[in-house]
């Protein structure tokens, strides 16, 4: 059975930092694109980034270009996104993905159940 699990959000003062981790079980992360999308209260659901199964391409939406960076650890099996310089505006549930990784993401497959992130002081 295929599970994405998502951990480390939660609460964070604007300008603060977290690391999102996603763990995969079931299948071997580093053969899929990965990306991580997100989701605020009467809003639209958002493509942040992916990275290819290669680590060839990454993609970063305007949004967050310059304070995100997605990474893999294929020995953990786990994809990150690092969060930083965070606003009010990133406030969502944040969920990873199998995703087709290009010049955008598009969702392929496998969802994770989704970690809350709150930005607020």
């Known amino acids: 059975q295929v599970q994405l699990v998502e951990s480390g959000g939660g609460l964070v003062q604007p300008g603060g930092s977290l690391r999102l981790s996603c763990a995969a079980s079931g299948l071997t992360l580093e053969k899929y694109s990965i990306g991580w999308f997100r989701q605020a209260p009467g809003k639209e659901r958002e493509g942040v980034s992916c990275?290819?199964?290669?680590?060839?391409?990454?993609y970063y939406a305007d949004s967050v270009k310059g304070r995100f960076t997605i990474s893999r650890d294929n020995a953990k099996n786990t994809v990150y996104l690092q969060m930083n310089s965070l606003k009010p505006e990133d406030t969502a549930v944040y969920y990873c993905?199998?995703?087709?990784?290009?010049?955008?993401?598009?969702?392929?497959?496998?969802w994770g159940q989704g970690t809350q992130v709150t930005v607020s002081s």
């Open positions: 990275i290819g199964s290669s680590e060839s391409s990454t």
């Open positions: 993905a199998h995703v087709y990784c290009g010049w955008g993401i598009s969702p392929r497959g496998y």
